[in-house]
């Protein structure tokens, strides 16, 4: 069962996002979803985007940094699949979108899901679902070539806390027989039940994102920022490792 | 045989930019609405319950001093005059109307300022529908007279206590408890944003604003204005104003704007909030901040029909400062004893910039709203 683990690039800064990203895939993330840090996340829940505001804090950062970022989870993650996951607004502009390095996927979280995307990708699509999309009506093949799915767990938005439905396992099987790409869970998955359930559910594996993001705003909050980069980033680093491994231990 | 679409009907029917979160209560929408247009014994109920509880038809009032001083014909489209202050009810009273024909027993809301919220607590007060509406703590604490009203009416009002605690955050929390409820309940949504078929709706419900508008003028001038001008933030009420005039190429269209959220004038194409349009951005294309001393222009987008508009060059645009704005006022209030919004101020301000350089010509002006909720601002400003 894949753990996937979500965090927004720049949170705590450059360097800490970098080195939590890194070790979550050494402790054993088989998935990396970058958040891309924008000023107007929709349908996020509190946590991420709270995730959002802290990345830009400090200003904002030249979308080439931000693509060599993106460029260097790439290099630097071992074996972890890596996706951006971004609004359409920021590779609204093609020749800024030409310039994201390539990867395994990008999620755009604002794109109709049954055409093809109207903002250029670099990489292979991942296909966001909802289940409420899947279980709606007969589900049609992915509009075009999709590199993963990415489907809501329960019909609702991003947050540690929700129930899972029994309605997923259906879902999953819909979304199997129009693509034989990973099926990755999202959204209220934060533990190892979570993940029993996803597995029980035909899924390649869950993401996890608020409840990962909290455990590591916690820890932030416990440095205090008056903490050096240099510090904050090991650290951090060390409380993620922790977490995922804690998780995917068997 | 059905005409082509035009420029700006296309863009605001784009979906390409829908969230696929929010895509099945979309669907379920746009198929209520449609279903609503096509029985014509609904539309005429909420035509009557627009006269009967609303109070429409608003006036057109010839803005005699107004005309003397700046030179021309001027008309106000006295959209202060509906039950609650302003142009919202329209759309409100349409959208409730429409959820309980769905058949929902609830309501969420967005509200900024307030004034949508308190439409949507009134509408669905009428309609024994159960509002939920979400406004920024910071917003609550701002405009606490609009917050007790909205209690008043019925309305569960949820302070929102994420970011900036302002409009922004009242839209996301609103729209994500909107994607877990949307079986029970349907979203009102305040402006002719967001994504489709938001702005066709919300479009279609204020298009009563210029079908008045048009017989009004014609009646009293026997002909039609030679411009039209209205405020511009979302759009609601320009939009609503425009629609019946925009198919007549002699009428001028000018959209007066916020100088700090000003989109149509100074935005470039990109997306927010679902929809395709004009966007205020920086150069790293995250949405920009904004400013206006009127709390209902002080947004960074603009409905895509107006934007359509703008970009196919029927409409012109211009930015309007605080203290124009100011003077607007004052200047209605002084000659022609209108309060109006400060919202509407800006195209009175507008009217007369274009006035000045086109003598002797009609306008009509949309006085979108009332100006008491605006008080506290004006003194504030302008020192009492």
């Not at chain 2, 329209?90 to 109307?97: V, W």
């Not at chain 2, 919220?117 to 406004?135: P, S």
Request: glycine share 10%.
């Amino acid at each position: 069962m894949g753990v996937g683990i979500y965090f927004t690039l720049l949170d705590f800064g450059l360097p800490a996002s970098l080195a939590v990203l890194q070790a979550a895939a050494r402790a054993g993330a088989s998935l990396l979803e970058v958040g891309l840090p924008f000023s107007d996340p929709l349908l996020d829940g509190p946590v991420i985007q709270a995730g959002h505001r802290r990345a830009l804090a400090g200003g904002e950062v030249p979308w080439a940094d931000i693509c060599d970022a993106v460029g260097e989870v790439r290099r630097t993650c071992g074996a972890a699949r890596v996706s951006v996951m971004t609004a359409s607004q920021l590779l609204y502009d093609p020749i800024r979108a030409a310039r994201l390095p390539p990867v395994d996927g990008i999620l755009v979280t604002d794109i109709a899901w049954d055409r093809p995307s109207p903002v250029m990708l670099t990489s292979p699509r991942v296909w966001f679902l909802s289940q409420g999309v899947v279980l709606a009506a007969p589900l049609p093949p992915p509009p075009e070539p999709v590199s993963m799915v990415y489907l809501t767990r329960v019909q609702g938005i991003t947050g540690a806390d929700q129930a899972a439905a029994d309605t997923t396992a259906q879902a999953v099987r819909r979304v199997r027989s129009q693509t034989p790409v990973d099926v990755w869970l999202g959204f209220g998955a934060s533990t190892r039940a979570d993940l029993a359930a996803a597995d029980a559910a035909g899924a390649t594996g869950v993401v996890i994102g608020s409840a990962f993001v909290s455990a590591m705003e916690l820890r932030a909050r416990e440095l205090g920022s008056g903490t050096p980069d240099a510090v904050r980033a090991r650290v951090l680093a060390e409380a993620a490792g922790a977490w995922v491994d804690a998780l995917v231990r068997p | 045989m059905e005409r082509e679409p035009t420029p700006w009907e296309r863009m605001e029917a784009a979906d390409a930019y829908v969230p696929p979160l929010l895509a099945p209560a979309l669907k379920r929408l746009e198929a209520g609405f449609d279903r609503f247009l096509d029985d014509a014994a609904a539309r005429t109920e909420l035509d009557g319950l627009l006269e009967s509880f609303a109070g429409r038809p608003t006036a057109l009032t010839e803005a005699l001093h107004l005309g003397r001083r700046w030179g021309g014909r001027v008309f106000l489209k006295r959209e202060d005059l509906v039950h609650g202050g302003a142009h919202k009810l329209n759309n409100a009273l349409g959208q409730c109307y429409l959820a309980q024909y769905m058949g929902f027993r609830e309501v969420i809301a967005e509200t900024g300022a307030g004034q949508h919220g308190v439409a949507t607590a009134i509408a669905a007060a009428r309609f024994g529908l159960k509002a939920h509406v979400y406004q920024g703590a910071v917003d609550v604490e701002r405009q606490s007279l609009n917050a007790h009203r909205m209690r008043l009416f019925g309305a569960t009002l949820h302070p929102v206590y994420e970011g900036s605690q302002t409009l922004n955050d009242a839209v996301n929390a609103a729209l994500r408890v909107w994607v877990g409820r949307h079986e029970e309940a349907a979203y009102c949504l305040g402006s002719v944003t967001g994504p489709r078929p938001y702005p066709r709706i919300v479009r279609h419900f204020q298009r009563v604003i210029g079908d008045e508008a048009r017989r009004q003028v014609r009646r009293v001038t026997g002909g039609l204005p030679d411009c039209l001008v209205a405020c511009v933030g979302g759009g609601s009420n320009a939009a609503g104003l425009f629609t019946a005039f925009v198919d007549d190429p002699s009428v001028a269209l000018l959209a007066c704007e916020a100088a700090g959220a000003a989109s149509l004038t100074f935005g470039s194409l990109g997306t927010l909030h679902g929809t395709e349009s004009l966007v205020l951005q920086t150069p790293e294309r995250n949405i920009a901040p904004t400013h206006s001393i009127s709390a209902g222009l002080d947004y960074p987008g603009v409905g895509p029909w107006l934007a359509g508009l703008k970009l196919g060059g029927r409409l012109q645009s211009v930015a309007i400062t605080d203290d124009q704005a100011l003077d607007g006022l004052e200047e209605l209030a002084r000659e022609e004893g209108v309060l109006c919004a400060l919202e509407s101020a800006h195209a009175v301000a507008g009217a007369r910039q274009w006035l000045a350089r086109n003598p002797g010509r009609t306008c009509v002006i949309g006085i979108s709203g009332r100006g008491d909720k605006d008080l506290d601002s004006y003194l504030k400003a302008r020192g009492g």
